[in-house]
């Protein structure tokens, strides 16, 4: 009898907790546990984080099991989130895949949390268009910021990246900086939707290659906003739908400068998108208008997919664990480490 590949995998990164299965590379289920607590801090905790992993992982498991209608000894290996992401909650993760993995005496696939992001597009499912390769995926994220050529599931190579703040950094420190509730990222979208994005000019780094930079931007949204206020008191309050517009639009055309450089110097013209930002409309809306423009065949993946989630490193390990890759008990988490 034919095994059905059934692979169980844990996300547990940063602030949710969570657990899916995948039988080859069909989900079962993909169970999410969100972290309300951060909200009155405006930004995740660590330590809350961590805390709040320990108490959601049993539970979310267990539900993760029970929609897919598998038993653990069903499964074939578990997969999970070894980093990059925050000590304290990859821990929890981790050790909870390691004990799981030992007491059924099945194979355990570490994942680097942005490969899982990128081969997202890999999932067989019937809302997902899976792009040709090679292709290029603009990855980005409240911590990352990365352009990566993918010739196969295992072949990834990094071929720009931010050379400080990520762009989710720089939607989420704006976002603050107006007083926007946290997460700031979607509620920038939001009010820029709504917005004029050539309110306001800023200014945009001039970096060589195909690598990125936001700190500076970041600088000039402060000092503009500065000078404003010292004019208007009232100039944030008045023009918040604008100034999201406007930093939205600085930041989109930061990102897409350089992903059409890249596909016009490589030739590639299948094009994905991944990590949490992706499910910014206004950078979904440029995308297609750039795609029309540049001839490209675009990927957008589903929103359950964008943000962080365990089918995602899921799908990584099934690719991993069928190359007959498998990870040590000894091995341990690591807050940084390179795709």
Known sequence: MKKREL???????????ACAV???RKVLSNVVANQSVHAEYGGVVPELASRAHQAHIVPVVTKALKEAKVSKQDLEAI?????PGLMGSLLVG???????????GIPLIDVHHMRAHVLA???DGDDMRNPEFPFLCLTVSGGHTQIVRVDSPLELTVLGETIDDAAGEAFDKTAKLLGLPYPGGPEVDRRAQMGNPDFLAFSKPQIEGYNFSFSGLKTSVLYTLQAKQKEDPEFVQNHMDDICASVQKTIIEILLKKLVKVSRDTGISHIAIAGGVSANVGLRKALETTA???NWSLYLPPFEFTTDNAAMIGIAGYYLWKDGHSADLGI????????
Not at 79 to 83: E, I, K, P
Not at 94 to 104: I, N, V
């Open 7 to 17: 692979i169980l995998a844990i996300e547990s990164s940063c602030d949710d907790t």
């Open 22 to 24: 995948m039988e080859g």
């Open 79 to 83: 997969a999970f989130t070894s980093g």
């Open 94 to 104: 981790t050790s909870f895949a390691k004990s799981l993995s030992m007491a059924l």
């Open 121 to 123: 597009h890999l999932i």
């Open 292 to 294: 029309t423009e540049e």
């Open 332 to 339: 341990s988490a690591k807050a940084r480490v390179n795709l």
